[in-house]
Structure formats: C-alpha cells, structure tokens
C-alpha cells in the first residue's frame, strides 16, 4: 500500500520518511494542502527505476527500427558478428 504523508512529515519527521525509502524501496508521496506534491524515493530506488526506464526506451527503439525492415539475426549470428569485432579490436585492426 502507498505511502502518503504531509509534505510537513519530511521536516518533522524525516527519520521516518528516510527509514520507510530504504526499508521498504517503494516511495513515499507527500501532500500538501491535501494534493500530490512530491515522492521522495531512496538513491537506489531511482536507480533502479532510471535502468528500467532506460531499458523500455531502448527496447521501444529496437522495435520501431525492427519494423523498418525485414532482415532478422539469431542471437548466434549476433554474438558471432561481436566477437568478431572484439577480435579485430583486439588483434589492432579497425573495425
């Protein structure tokens, strides 16, 4: 279940708030005046949320250029293509 407190919980009781982050790695939304106002989330919980964010645009890309053509590689293909070109890097030649 959501965390929510006052925005006035993060200056009076920000132990707490600090405790709940990284116990618990979900985030802790604050209101003011009754509305949303902020959520404050532990350093390695945005991190996290960055990485998988990160991960769905870059996945969202390979799909949108996978429909711009019908060429298709076996992850054997692919590996094979990289350790090629790590060999050639390797071995001082340019790829």
């Known amino acids: ?10 200056r009076n009781k920000f132990a707490d708030i600090s405790k709940i982050v990284h116990e ?5 939304f604050l209101t003011k ?3 949303g106002d902020m959520v404050v989330m532990s350093f390695q ?6 990485f998988e964010s990160e991960i769905y645009f870059k ?12 060429q298709r590689s076996s ?3 692919v ?3 990289i350790r090629q070109a790590m060999q050639k ?5 340019n790829v």
């Open 1 to 10: 279940m959501p965390q929510i407190r006052p925005v006035s919980d993060l």
């Open 75 to 77: 992850h054997k293909e």
């Open 89 to 93: 890097k390797a071995d001082g030649k």
């Open 24 to 28: 618990t790695s979900e985030p802790v």
């Open 33 to 35: 005046n009754g509305y």
């Open 79 to 81: 590996f094979d293509s």
């Open 45 to 50: 919980a945005y991190e996290k949320l960055q």
């Open 59 to 70: 996945l969202k890309e390979a799909e949108l250029q996978a429909k711009q053509t019908n």
